[in-house]
């Protein structure tokens, strides 16, 4: 629910309520989000988004603190909430940001849970900043709390960015909150060879501006990239890094941890890793639905690949990460043919399941808002692809061969495979076959052997 300042004036809650604040405030998931933390807890409880100009900060405090549990602010908030509270957190204080209220015994207390959350994305990829050189590009809001605990943690932060001047005045600020830290600014030409963490705290590469990125290259170094944009959450500088060389990591399992701590802070709560884990594929599944429609202009998305890929498994899961329904395109064939594929090749011979797998394909492609799996020779035909393509975003799943073997080793019930009798020698005559074909025709192809990241690369990479 999102109101206007009028409609909050007016607005009583039925149960306890909480808020964000801003801006413009209509595109914030942050509704979302805690709507599913709240589901996790058992609370009962509900969130709104209130529309609020600069000048009405202070009447809406004084509102939520008469009606709401807490708050959440975003931007142009977060500094000048900071006089209008009764106490400040001092992580909040060393920044002159809050991003989350809480409200207890008639006062007031501000926190800034952005640099929790960031925190945390490094703890939970094993990043020691200790004695690190860690770039930081941006000195914005969100770029000073990272920079903020780089230097805590005891990195060497390097501040670069278009207007040095601003750079300066953040290193300033830092070094007044920690006297003995190494902080420099430099140019971008100039930043150390030798990094080893980059972190980008600015808003380039943001949607609607994909292919800008804050950087042309990266150090040669770098073992761990950061990027608090997560829209999209594959970012044009993220492509840059070296998978085999360097970790990355989009903003979106910040943005999960900035609203947990919201949510420990306003309940005392605590979340399992297995709880926040599910929270983060949640909000991809959400957002790949969301950009799947927005950004791609499809309807539905379609998994490609070699027989034994994982393609019904990893769709069912992917369908309810994103809230999606799920079709397997060979059970739908059979459905409508009364018979079994097997019984098709064998009555019928291969052309003949060819031209009804189209004719299914194409009915498919028609539904809305589904995964559809597709059969291992689907993409085959050039009319399949066309009629899929219309209307689905096109993803090859392409995991390593031996998995494949190892998944197919358990099937009685594939006709191309048995037309030999060394099954595995057939397994990898189709599979170099066909391999260039599923890559040439996918708009995306994600490769992983474990089963829960490829549904996870799926959706990330929408």
Not at 201 to 216: I, V
Request: glycine share 10%; net charge positive.
């Amino acid at each position: 629910m999102v109101l206007t300042m009028e409609e909050f004036r007016a607005f009583r809650p039925k149960r306890d309520t909480f808020a964000i604040f801003g801006w413009p405030v209509a595109h914030t998931m942050s509704p979302t989000l805690h709507g599913m933390l709240f589901g996790l807890l058992g609370k009962e409880a509900d969130y709104i988004a209130v529309g609020v100009h600069a000048d009405e900060l202070p009447e809406a405090l004084r509102l939520a603190s008469e009606k709401l549990r807490g708050v959440n602010l975003t931007i142009p908030h977060k500094k000048a909430a900071i006089p209008l509270l009764d106490e400040v957190d001092q992580s909040a204080f060393d920044l002159g940001a809050v991003n989350t209220v809480a409200f207890r015994d008639g006062r007031a207390i501000g926190y800034n849970t952005d640099i929790l959350g960031f925190a945390e994305s490094l703890k939970r990829d094993g990043v020691k900043l200790k004695g690190k050189k860690a770039v930081l590009l941006g000195y914005g809001g969100a770029a000073a709390g990272m920079g903020y605990h780089c230097v805590r943690e005891g990195a060497h932060l390097y501040i670069t960015g278009r207007d040095l001047e601003k750079a300066g005045a953040l290193r300033d600020h830092l070094l007044s909150c920690f006297p003995g830290g190494k902080i420099d600014v430099v140019k971008r030409r100039n930043i150390p060879k030798d990094a080893q963490i980059v972190v980008n705290g600015t808003p380039l590469g943001m949607t609607p501006n994909e292919a800008k990125k804050p950087l042309f290259f990266l150090p040669h170094k770098v073992e761990y990239l950061f990027d608090a944009i997560y829209n999209p959450p594959v970012t044009a500088l993220m492509k840059l890094a070296n998978p085999r060389r360097t970790i990355t990591r989009d903003g979106t399992y910040m943005l999960v941890m900035q609203g947990v701590h919201a949510e420990t802070i306003w309940f005392g709560a605590q979340f399992t890793q297995a709880q926040t884990t599910m929270m983060l594929r949640r909000v991809y599944g959400m957002m790949a639905s969301k950009r799947l429609r927005e950004v791609h202009g499809k309807k539905n998305i379609a998994l490609c690949g070699f027989m034994g890929a994982g393609k019904t498994t990893a769709g069912r899961k992917l369908a309810r990460m994103c809230g999606m329904e799920f079709y397997d395109a060979d059970v739908y064939l059979e459905e409508q043919a009364g018979k079994r594929i097997s019984e098709i090749f064998a009555e019928q011979g291969e052309e003949a399941f060819r031209r009804l797998e189209t004719k299914c394909l194409r009915e498919l492609a028609a539904k809305e808002n589904c995964v559809i799996a597709l059969g291992g020779g689907a993409v085959l035909r050039p009319e399949n692809v066309t009629a899929i393509k219309e209307s689905c975003a096109l993803i090859h799943l392409d995991p390593p061969l031996g998995r494949i073997i190892k998944n197919l080793s358990y099937s009685n019930s594939r006709p191309l495979l048995e037309k030999g009798g060394d099954r595995e020698a057939e397994i990898r005559r189709l599979y170099h076959a066909r391999k260039d074909i599923y890559r040439s025709v996918a708009d995306r192809s994600v490769r992983s052997a474990r089963l829960s990241t490829l549904v996870e690369q799926v959706a990330r990479s929408l």
